[in-house]
């Protein structure tokens, strides 16, 4: 029947082989094998422990030092979540901010910003058409509003207050 036909319109043709591939190997798979092949059942659970502590404190060296033990010109970075003010919050700095002072500084401080802090609700409040945020900025957000840090990638920031201002320029 129809099956039939099917099967003889599909199968190879008589005589053609089906491709056959070569079993893809990792690169480093070949060399690991043979060196425990060399070695007697006694010491292959030693050697396998020894090489995963090497694989662990590589991925640790490669990735989490790079990452966390980080330090700047200006000393270690201080980690900050998405959400994160210069004081913690505004009812810690009590009325008109008197708990907080000062308000001007000259150095910069390095901060460590985790990454995705772009699409966080938050705020990063702009004052005017410059360069300056206003205090109750979350600093991180701030940061990825002003193209400091990418968004997807986080980074470290310099952070400093540059005090009250009775004027700023207009954004219009």
Not at 53 to 58: F, K, N, P, Q
Not at 155 to 164: F, I
Request: net charge positive.
């Amino acid at each position: 029947g129809v099956w039939q036909r099917a099967r003889k319109k599909l199968s190879p043709a008589k005589g053609a082989q089906i491709p056959r591939y070569k079993a893809a190997s990792a690169w480093g798979h070949a060399y690991t094998t043979r060196i425990l092949a060399l070695l007697s059942d006694k010491y292959r659970p030693l050697v396998t422990a020894i090489y995963a502590v090497v694989c662990g404190i590589l991925v640790y060296v490669m990735f989490a030092a790079n990452n966390y033990l980080a330090d700047t010109e200006l000393g270690p970075p201080q980690s900050l979540s998405c959400d994160s003010y210069e004081w913690g919050s505004a009812r810690s700095c009590g009325v008109a901010g008197v708990n907080c002072e000062p308000f001007l500084s000259d150095t910069f401080t390095p901060y460590r910003c985790p990454p995705w802090c772009g699409g966080k609700t938050g705020a990063w409040y702009v004052v005017g058409n410059n360069p300056f945020y206003r205090a109750d900025s979350r600093i991180c957000l701030a940061a990825v509003h002003s193209g400091v840090i990418s968004n997807a990638r986080g980074g470290c920031v310099r952070y400093r207050q540059t005090g009250p201002s009775a004027t700023y320029n207009s954004s219009c």
